[in-house]
């Protein structure tokens, strides 16, 4: 049976190599390893590029794998809200007249050129309104043509999707010297079960606000203290 990898939050910029130079639909197709032969000559920006002979090969300054021929595949991305993996299949190049955070597009866009690049693939995204996605996921799965390769699914959709057998884990897939199966310095897993990774998510400090509202008006009409000062009196648990 086809299965999904799946990743919750994807990295912006390395774990883009992880998703996207490894993930697989079709647990039949062999894994390649193999690296590009470039008939001896070195692609421009690239002085560590592999070789036929070259044993020792390193990546290059930007990724964390050796660059390897995909053979022109298209990466599958699903989820339930557009641009899953920024910079991917943004429509136009980031202006810096008119970009929110350019330098951060900026970095996006060309990790994303250079993956194209360098292993030879290209990115489709997938928007699957959010009720659906669990329906669309089990009847494509079961019938064994998956809609997607990677897929971005709520914590309660990753938990009823392994369990019912419709994803591969991160760990099964052919993922040589990758950051996720060794340091983990970029990315790391978030759900694991019995010694398999579920999926993923980017190292790095969050962005979101997070914050608790008290209807004062309630507290007060109850004689109850203010949490506010509870909390600063470190006596809020």
């Known amino acids: 049976m086809k299965k999904f990898n799946i990743i919750l939050v994807f990295a912006l ?6 998703a996207l130079a490894a993930c697989r639909s079709n647990e039949d197709e062999p894994n390649d390893t193999t690296t590009q032969d470039n008939g001896g000559v070195t692609p ?4 560590n590029s592999t070789t036929e002979n ?7 300054l930007n990724g964390i794998h050796v660059p390897q021929d995909l053979g022109g595949r298209t990466i599958r991305i699903a989820g339930w809200w557009a641009y899953l993996l920024p910079g991917t299949v943004d429509d136009e190049e980031p202006d810096p007249a008119t970009a929110t955070d350019y330098y951060m597009s900026r970095l996006r866009w060309d990790n994303a050129r250079r993956i194209e690049s360098e292993f030879n693939i290209s990115y489709y995204e997938i928007v699957v309104p959010y009720e ?15 809609v997607a390769d ?3 699914l709520p914590g ?5 999707a392994f369990t019912g057998d419709l994803l591969t884990p ?11 199966l060794g340091a983990q310095t970029w990315v790391a897993p978030t759900v694991t079960h019995e010694g398999n990774i579920w999926s993923t998510i980017q190292n790095s400090g969050l962005s979101n606000g997070l ?27």
């Open 150 to 152: 990677v897929y971005l």
């Open 132 to 146: 659906e996605l669990m329906t669309q996921l089990t009847a494509s799965v079961m019938a064994g043509d998956p």
């Open 170 to 180: 991160w760990n099964e897939v052919n993922l040589p010297s990758s950051d996720l």
């Open 54 to 60: 070259d044993t020792t090969a390193q990546p290059t």
């Open 211 to 237: 914050a608790l509202g008290v209807n004062l008006d309630i507290i007060n009409s109850v004689g109850a203290p203010n949490p506010v000062d509870l909390f600063n009196q470190d006596r809020w648990d």
């Open 13 to 18: 910029m390395l774990a883009l190599v992880l």
């Open 44 to 47: 421009p920006n690239q002085p």
């Open 156 to 160: 309660y959709g990753i938990l009823t």
